[in-house]
């Protein structure tokens, strides 16, 4: 069974800060994806990166980047100089590849973040 | 590009009454998934089909059917409604097993 865990439920910080959110996860399977979503309050979920088992390169995309880090089964997600605009629940997801669980999605139990200005 | 579209967007219901939640995935997606998320929740998968066939089952209760169509359109039947259906049900679609693209939702009350 996989399991992804969001430790921080929620997080407050005043605009232009950096905030990183924590990812961990649990699969004995060693083809896997992992995902980061994010849901504003209108309530779609907005994908923002996909990254597979077989590559850890860190990305960064404008203000976001992503570390993942296999040793320590984490995949954190940081937001450079935040605005309220990234104001969300951001839910970090996994997906294994093959066996009978092929595509489902599984979730963490989100992270509320809350961007002041 | 043409997305996900679930329909209806909201829907209020009754206990004890029916629903029947629809999704039409990205044209040529073959792959449909349906996921509930209840209130401060995550979403939670329920079931999923590809080519017509259920590929995979989770917690689905035995009050909920569904099933895909010819058109690779994907329906949720939901019965016997309780409160504690109330919850925002997604509807996410891919091609063959990859990328999985969400719906907007479908924000069911149950009163």
């Known amino acids: 069974a996989q399991k992804v865990t969001q430790a921080q439920t929620e997080i407050s910080v005043v605009e232009k800060e950096d905030v990183t959110l924590d990812c961990v996860y649990e699969t004995r399977d060693t083809t896997y994806y992992l995902f980061w979503y994010k849901q504003p309050p209108s309530g779609e979920l907005v994908f923002l990166i996909r990254r597979n088992s077989f590559d850890e390169q860190n990305e960064i995309s404008g203000r976001y980047s992503w570390n993942f880090q296999k040793s320590t089964s984490s995949f954190n997600f940081t937001i450079t100089a935040s605005q309220v605009v990234d104001s969300a629940v951001y839910f970090c997801?996994?997906?294994?590849?093959?066996?009978?669980?092929?595509?489902?999605?599984?979730f963490g139990q989100g992270t509320i973040l809350t961007v002041h200005p | 590009a043409a997305g996900v579209i679930q329909s209806p967007r909201h829907l209020i219901k009754e206990k004890r009454e029916t629903a029947t939640l629809k999704c039409y995935p990205i044209p040529r997606h073959d792959t449909v998934y349906w996921y509930q998320q209840g209130p401060g929740q995550d979403p939670q998968f329920l079931i999923s089909?590809?080519?017509?066939?259920?590929?995979d089952k989770g917690s689905i209760p035995d009050r909920f059917s569904a099933q895909q169509f010819s058109d690779y359109h994907s329906e949720l039947n939901m019965s016997s409604l309780e409160l504690g259906d109330s919850a925002l049900y997604f509807c996410?679609?891919?091609?063959?097993?990859?990328?999985?693209?969400f719906g907007p939702g479908t924000r069911l009350t149950v009163l």
């Open positions: 996410a679609s891919s091609f063959q097993g990859g990328e999985q693209f």
């Open positions: 089909f590809y080519e017509k066939m259920q590929s």
């Open positions: 997801a996994l997906r294994v590849a093959g066996g009978t669980s092929y595509g489902k999605l599984t």
